[in-house]
């Protein structure tokens, strides 16, 4: 089991910025990929972006590449999600998830944080 703790969501404007941190404890051995994941209210939750703890590959979905990055600091167990040139659909609450095969199943899963921008 991995414990996965979202902060640095909040309100911003269109065209504004926000970082979110994802600090992971427990069996981050087990651990080979970490990834963001959104859903608004009333919608399915979507995948946003995964990094691998080893090499660093990326993958983003379609919504979000060029103005989404995700990086990885292996040393503090923590994952960001770096947020620029929002728009009101990226509004959602924000899920950071433990991927424990790189695959894409993902076991683990934080809180949330919620990140809301107003047009």
């Known amino acids: 089991q991995v414990q996965l703790v979202e902060s640095g969501g909040g309100l911003v404007q269109a065209g504004g910025s926000l970082r979110l941190s994802c600090a992971a404890s427990?069996?981050?051995?087990?651990?080979?990929?970490m990834g963001w994941f959104r859903q608004a209210p009333g919608k399915e939750r979507e995948f946003v972006a995964a990094i691998s703890w080893s090499g660093g590959v990326t993958s983003y979905a379609d919504s979000v590449k060029g103005r989404f990055t995700i990086s990885r600091d292996t040393a503090q167990n923590t994952v960001y999600l770096q947020m620029n040139s929002l728009k009101p659909e990226d509004t959602a609450v924000y899920y950071c998830?433990?991927?424990?095969?790189?695959?894409?199943?993902?076991?683990?899963w934080g809180q949330g944080t919620q990140v809301t921008v107003s047009s």
């Open positions: 427990g069996r981050t051995f087990s651990s080979m990929a």
């Open positions: 998830a433990d991927d424990y095969n790189g695959r894409g199943d993902f076991g683990s």
